[in-house]
Structure formats: structure tokens, C-alpha cells
């Protein structure tokens, strides 16, 4: 009996921590990874070279938007295009 409950807190707790890491939205060891150690090598770079490092972040973040904002657009356009073709 006592293997048995065991066995159930087991699987519990496995499934919440997974449901954790999909409430950040990293499904993968390797995408946390990833991130973390961008952290830190952005972090470490701040700390060595603070303005270009600042302005190198501020010009990929620019970058960032001015894209994304582009591929927003494309698809509320795209999404609109098939609202009026379903009418």
C-alpha cells in the first residue's frame, strides 16, 4: 500500500513541474537553456562593456519590433482578407 502512494505523489509532482515550465512557455531543457545562458552572457557583457553593450541591445531590440510589428500586420490583414471572403 505505502509503494502505491508513492508511486501517485511521484506522478503528481512530475506533472506540475512540467506544467511549469509550459506556464513559461518552454516545453524544452534545451530552450531554457538556451535563455539561460544568454542571461548570463548579457549579463556578464553589461558588466564589462556597459554602453555598447546597452546599445547593442537597444539596436536588436529595434530590430525585434520593427519586425514583428511587420508580421502583426501581415496577419491581421491576412486574417481580415479571410473574414470578408467567408461573408
Do not use: C, N
Request: charged letters at 15%.
Amino acid at each position: 500500500m505505502m509503494s502505491m502512494e508513492r508511486i501517485v505523489l511521484s506522478s503528481t509532482s512530475s506533472r506540475s513541474s512540467e506544467g511549469t515550465m509550459e506556464s513559461f512557455g518552454v516545453r524544452s531543457w534545451k530552450t531554457l537553456a538556451f535563455v539561460g545562458l544568454t542571461s548570463l552572457v548579457l549579463g556578464v557583457s553589461l558588466l564589462h562593456w556597459p554602453t555598447i553593450t546597452v546599445v547593442a541591445v537597444a539596436l536588436l531590440f529595434a530590430g525585434y519590433t520593427i519586425v514583428d510589428e511587420f508580421l502583426v500586420l501581415a496577419a491581421a490583414t491576412r486574417t481580415a482578407a479571410l473574414e470578408e471572403t467567408r461573408r
